[in-house]
């Protein structure tokens, strides 16, 4: 369930308070007593950032705010400081909490409450006596002369979107295979707006996604590739930005097949498609003006029946030869029909997001994402700083034409996989072997599904990639 953040205009006198500050002088005799105040001030000289008083009836608490030099930081540590109150107040099962924003800091109040909407995030679909389990809070009213209804709607907006990411990413394969998962974002299509249209099995065997194909002959279970579009009457771009998501629904490596524990958050490979889903989502929901093409490819990796082997010839979308070196460097496979195919809407720039190597996860862990650009320099200086403003930042890697030697074949055009070094990048060179329109590449590996709660970003799914995009395509309307 989504904690709502709703404008408030009064307090009463058994409501449950979070004082924002970053100034002691911002508090009076007219908000909490004097001994109170004296008590703050006691606990403030002692560098304590949370104070609390326990009323009986309701709960004060007084949350400074720590000076940063970089606005981007201050806003990650107030979201980081609303997700840690949270526990208190889920903890003393408080229903409703009025967020009171002492000295106008609109985009501080607006963090904090994104951070505890976001760390409220709970996926009990599978828990027996969920409702048990349930935390207390369901809505934080904010109070401030500074915020206005359409922040807070806007920012409501993102919040789902994001935790629907999430809800699919957590999914389970026995509940969402490639056709559910082209369901669900029929469902999302209905509730925000936009078109979807989804291949079946024969239509891709059709138009030869050789690729798509190729790694679904392990599955009994039909592969899909999804089209989503947004284009509204107002859209300020002739040409569209296309969002590529990988949709490996789960990857057990295929024939060469993942070891010890490497399978076991396999339900995790599908969250690029999650977030290019969930972020055209939100953009259609908050009616960006911006026209948006969605494309994802969905399938299982599975080593059953007749599926592909190494040393196989697959032919792809657009003709090329590759040789299987390695099944479970499927991703890219998948990807490059994808792209191969976003090449009929004549696109502005084309972003991919996939959960695509463990050398990008390795380079940089949960904290960042690995990403690559070609003809897209601007573009990709542009994301870049929406990475610092929602902070999912992303990390450039080099994209040299000499990584490109590394997957050359001596039997095909090229090969799925470049050896033990510089994978992360071989990865991003072998997708773009299939474009020749402006490109960024993205490799989510590393924070998209985490095994411990990071802060607001809750343990398995974290949503990376929806605030992202949402931002980078709202910095171009505004």
Same mark, same amino acid.
């Given at each position: ?18 004082? !924002?500050?970053?100034?002691?002088? /911002? ?8 001994? *109170?105040?004296?008590?703050? @001030? ?13 009323? =009986? ?16 930081? @201050? ?90 990411? +999430?809800?699919?990413?957590? *999914? ?29 099995? &024969? &239509?891709?065997? /059709?138009? &030869? ?35 590529? %998501?990988?949709?490996? #629904? ?16 396999? @339900? ?16 259609? @929901? ?15 990796? +599975? ?7 190494? %040393? ?20 890219? !496979? ?8 976003? &090449? ?13 190597? %463990? ?20 573009? =990709? ?10 902070? *999912? +930042? ?65 343990? %398995?799914?974290?949503?990376?990639? #929806? ?12």
């Amino acid at each position: 369930m989504q904690t709502i953040i709703t404008k408030f205009d009064k307090a009463t006198a058994t409501d449950s308070i979070i004082y !924002l500050i970053s100034d002691i002088k /911002s508090i009076d005799k007219k908000i909490l007593s004097g001994k *109170e105040i004296d008590f703050i @001030k006691q606990q403030n000289k002692n560098k304590k950032e949370l104070i609390v008083f326990n009323h =009986f009836d309701r709960w004060i608490f007084v949350q400074f705010i720590k000076k940063e030099k970089g606005k981007n930081k @201050k806003l990650e540590q107030c979201r980081k400081a609303g997700d840690k109150l949270l526990k208190l107040i889920n903890e003393n099962k408080i229903n409703d909490i009025i967020l009171y924003d002492l000295e106008g800091n609109a985009f501080e109040t607006l963090a904090f409450a994104e951070g505890m909407a976001l760390g409220n995030y709970q996926f009990l679909k599978y828990k027996k006596n969920a409702a048990d389990k349930i935390y207390s809070l369901n809505t934080i009213c904010i109070f401030s002369e500074k915020v206005n209804t359409e922040q807070i709607d806007e920012l409501n907006i993102i919040i789902d979107g994001t935790l629907k990411c +999430r809800t699919l990413v957590n *999914e389970p394969v026995s509940y969402l295979n490639a056709v559910m998962l082209s369901d669900e974002i029929k469902k999302m299509g209905k509730e925000a707006g936009f078109k979807v249209e989804v291949l079946n099995k &024969k &239509k891709i065997e /059709s138009i &030869k996604m050789g690729g798509l194909l190729a790694v679904n002959k392990g599955s009994i279970d039909p592969p899909t590739f999804t089209i989503i579009e947004w284009k509204p009457e107002n859209a300020i771009n002739k040409k569209p930005y296309v969002f590529v %998501g990988k949709g490996v #629904v789960f990857d057990t490596g295929g024939l060469n097949i993942k070891t010890e524990n490497y399978m076991e958050n396999m @339900k995790s490979d599908m969250a690029g498609a999650a977030a290019v889903a969930s972020s055209i989502y939100v953009i259609a @929901k908050a009616k960006l003006p911006f026209y948006i093409i969605g494309l994802i490819p969905a399938t299982d990796n +599975r080593p059953a029946g007749n599926a592909y082997v190494n %040393g196989d010839i697959i032919t792809m979308y657009d003709k090329t030869k590759v040789e299987i070196i390695n099944t479970d460097a499927e991703g890219r !496979l998948i990807l490059a029909d994808a792209l191969s195919y976003a &090449k009929k809407f004549n696109p502005e720039l084309v972003i991919d997001l996939a959960t695509l190597t %463990g050398s990008a996860a390795r380079a940089i862990g949960k904290y960042g994402i690995v990403g690559m650009c070609a003809k897209s320099n601007k573009e =990709f200086a542009k994301l870049k700083k929406s990475g610092e403003n929602v902070y *999912e +930042r992303i990390a450039e890697f080099p994209f040299w034409d000499e990584y490109s030697e590394m997957i050359k074949s001596e039997i095909a055009d090229i090969k799925n996989l470049g050896g033990i070094d510089s994978g992360a990048i071989t990865a991003g060179k072998f997708l773009e072997h299939f474009t020749n329109y402006p490109y960024i590449h993205l490799d989510i590996a590393g924070p998209a599904f985490i095994d411990k709660k990071d802060s607001y970003r809750s343990i %398995g799914g974290t949503g990376t990639g #929806v605030r992202l995009l949402f931002d980078f395509i709202k910095q171009k309307i505004n």
